[in-house]
């Protein structure tokens, strides 16, 4: 059974900074690509940045050039830090894990909320 497991989430000040985890268990369904979405109240879930096997990396235009995602495989964890936090950052972030090009598995997620 995969396990995607969001923590770091919480209340930031615009402007700063956040790092989410993703604490993963997903040994023997061969996944090559790990994610993070977000959704806002009212607004279409957006896939922020996402991260392969080969560490092709892509990013959401809205948050291109503040923000990076990185993967450990010794402790089986995904990273996903954002800078400038802005208000409309306001979102539970997911956790998502897949083989390519889909998404298959996803965490609870984790609420940030982004105070002007």
């Known amino acids: 059974q995969v396990q995607l497991v969001e923590s770091g989430g919480g209340l930031v000040q615009a402007g700063g900074s956040l790092r989410l985890s993703c604490a993963t268990s997903?040994?023997?369904?061969?996944?090559?690509?790990w994610g993070w979405y977000r959704q806002a109240p009212g607004k279409q879930r957006e896939l922020v940045a996402s991260?392969?096997?080969?560490?092709?990396?892509r990013f959401a235009n809205s948050v291109k050039g503040r923000c990076a995602i990185s993967r450990d495989n010794d402790k089986n964890a995904v990273y996903l830090e954002i800078d400038s936090l802005k208000p409309e950052d306001t979102a539970v972030y997911y956790c998502?894990?897949?083989?390519?090009?889909?998404?298959?598995?996803w965490g609870r997620g984790t609420q940030v909320t982004v105070s002007s």
């Open positions: 998502v894990a897949g083989r390519i090009p889909t998404f298959a598995y």
């Open positions: 997903t040994a023997g369904f061969n996944i090559n690509q």
């Open positions: 991260i392969t096997d080969t560490n092709d990396i």
